[in-house]
């Protein structure tokens, strides 16, 4: 979990423990994002009232990286700084619940998250598109690549693709429009992935 708020944090604690999960709290975003990358969690409690770092920034980057792009995320609503309205789609989360919410409540919550999404193992060759935007594969060797498009902000920036494991990303320069449309060797091949 990555919470700020102590009341909050508490109710979270008390919920995914009392639901038989071992919980690791990151002490914000960046925090978060290293603790779910090497530790694949099971689910992902997010505060949208993070005091360091931009909680929504966090959950994108959550569903960027293909380790954790299908783990669940439930996230306690706090107060919009622009008074917008937040939705659990809009902001690619499993569950948006409010910041008084009971242990049973979230209990239920992170219970329906989990089985609506597909945490079978992944094989060889599989892809999905990601939340974001982006298309996961999985390597011969069984590695999971993440790839996103990113375009070129200032005229001055080339376009690139990057690639996203657990050992780290690398940017591409030159790429096919196509790519999505690659055979996943190819893919990876860009970017000088090649299976082992």
């Not at 639901?19 to 925090?31: E, K, L, P, Q």
């Not at 700084?81 to 049973?104: C, F, N, Q, T």
């Not at 609506?116 to 892809?127: C, G, H, I, Q, S």
């Not at 005229?155 to 196509?178: H, I, Q």
């Amino acid at each position: 979990m990555v919470i700020d708020r102590p009341e909050v944090r508490a109710v979270v604690s008390r919920a995914l423990d009392g639901a038989g999960y071992a919980v690791t709290a990151g002490a914000g975003m960046y925090d978060g994002l290293r603790l779910a990358q090497r530790m694949a969690p099971d689910v992902v409690v997010a505060d949208l009232a993070l005091s360091v770092g931009d909680s929504r920034a966090f959950i994108r980057a959550l569903r960027a990286i293909s380790n954790t792009a299908r783990v669940p995320v439930i996230a306690i609503a706090g107060t919009d700084p622009l008074g917008a309205e937040v939705s659990a789609k809009g902001l690619l989360v499993d569950a948006l619940l409010d910041a008084d919410v009971s242990e049973e409540v979230l209990q239920q919550a992170v219970k329906r998250a989990r089985s609506r999404r597909n945490l079978a193992d992944v094989t060889p060759d599989m892809r999905w598109d990601t939340p974001a935007g982006g298309l996961s594969v999985v390597a011969a060797d069984g590695t999971k690549w993440s790839v996103h498009h990113v375009s070129g902000q200032d005229g001055r920036t080339k376009e690139t693709l990057m690639f996203v494991s657990r050992a780290g990303y690398l940017r591409v320069a030159d790429f096919p429009e196509n790519w999505r449309s690659l055979p996943t060797e190819q893919l990876l091949a860009l970017g000088a992935l090649r299976p082992r």
